[in-house]
């Protein structure tokens, strides 16, 4: 398995960087606002809550963090968050779409009546985390890319969740919304290297984090000796791979083999080049579980290993069907 330590990388190339982050008010991104800062990067952020943002900024007291009010669910506010961060520095080197809520309300629910059921549910889960983390990507990938020449490194980091890739009780529209975080990501590694000059994109899957959005939990988690996350652990990761250009990348990431295979003697299945991705673009197209700071690397093992999970029949025919779709394309040209 590929991995790496959040907690002793030590980012040494974003001084002067210029970054754009939602939901920097609280949690992870105000560990990463600080973190980032604290490396001598520039640091836009937006968030919904201007009282903690702001109060954020004054405890930072440096002129180059700034906060611009933004409500991810508004596609002109994501717009303007963007402008304000290029009119500023008049460039944007890595993004970071973290702004999240977790459910609210019960989707499925056992007391719903035919007369209740009526009543339209709450869809912020889906509207902030993937609805808003999609037009930021959208926007982000567009203002990283102007004017972008070849040797600049540019990324972009998506917040999906443990609930992203694993199975979780009563979490339904939090669980879609983080799993439609990583779909994005699979398709975004293989289009962003043509269409969009190269930026790179990854995801990140923390396991519990100590933050606002879980305090009611963190006592269960200690009780039961399960590694906890600090908000610092999460924006040293954001760090990290904000870091993981074609320089750094590669020796960034350990390996761990399983006992009975060698999973990077296996063959991609999709249509990522593993062997050489690292260092000829920088980190792309992974997602990293992360638990007690350790980011271990999702994609490559699933990628690597299809034809063991999904049987070797079936995957033949779903690297047809890749060879089919890569010649002829899906998308209906309008
Ligand atoms: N805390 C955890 O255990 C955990 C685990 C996995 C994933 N995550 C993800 O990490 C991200 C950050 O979560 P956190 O734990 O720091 O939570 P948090 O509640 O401390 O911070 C979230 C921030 O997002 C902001 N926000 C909410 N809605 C917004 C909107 N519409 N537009 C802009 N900003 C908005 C909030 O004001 C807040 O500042 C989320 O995407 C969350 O799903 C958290």
């Known amino acids: 398995m590929t991995f790496f330590d959040a907690r002793t990388f030590n980012a040494t190339n974003l001084s002067d960087k210029v970054f754009v982050i939602s939901g920097g008010g609280s949690g992870i991104g105000a560990a990463a606002v600080r973190h980032l800062s604290s490396l001598g990067a520039k640091v836009v952020f937006g968030d919904v809550n201007e009282t903690t943002s702001r109060a954020l900024l004054a405890s930072i007291g440096s002129d180059k963090v700034a906060f611009h009010p933004c409500d991810v669910r508004k596609y002109q506010d994501v717009v303007g968050l963007f402008r304000y961060a290029f009119e500023r520095h008049g460039v944007i080197d890595h993004a970071v779409a973290n702004a999240g809520i977790v459910e609210r309300g019960q989707w499925f629910d056992a007391n719903l009546t035919i007369d209740s059921v009526a009543e339209e549910p709450d869809t912020s889960a889906l509207d902030i985390n993937l609805k808003g983390l999609a037009y930021f990507a959208r926007v982000a990938s567009v203002f990283m890319s102007h004017h972008k020449s070849s040797d600049q490194d540019k990324s972009l980091t998506l917040m999906s969740s443990a609930a992203g890739f694993l199975e979780s009780r009563d979490l339904y529209m939090y669980q879609a919304s983080k799993h ?38 963190a006592g269960k988690w200690e009780g039961a ?29 350990q390996r761990e083999e399983v006992v009975a295979i060698n999973v990077h003697d296996l063959p991609s299945s999709g249509g990522m080049d593993w062997d050489h991705v690292d260092q000829t673009t920088g980190m792309t197209g992974r997602s990293f579980y992360v638990e007690g700071g350790l980011c271990w690397d999702i994609e490559e093992g699933l990628d690597r290993t299809r034809h063991l999970w999904l049987g070797q029949t079936a995957n033949d025919n779903v690297l047809r069907t890749q060879a089919l779709l890569k010649s002829t394309g899906f998308r209906k040209r309008n």
């Open 180 to 217: 439609g975080v990583l779909g994005l990501l699979k398709t975004a590694r293989l289009s962003f290297p043509e269409s969009m000059k190269g930026i790179r994109v990854n995801a990140l899957c923390p396991s519990f984090v100590r933050t606002g959005m879980t305090q009611d939990l």
């Open 225 to 253: 000796g399960l590694p906890v996350n600090e908000p610092e652990d999460l924006a040293k990761a954001i760090a990290a791979l904000a870091a993981a250009d074609r320089s750094t990348a590669a020796s960034m990431l």
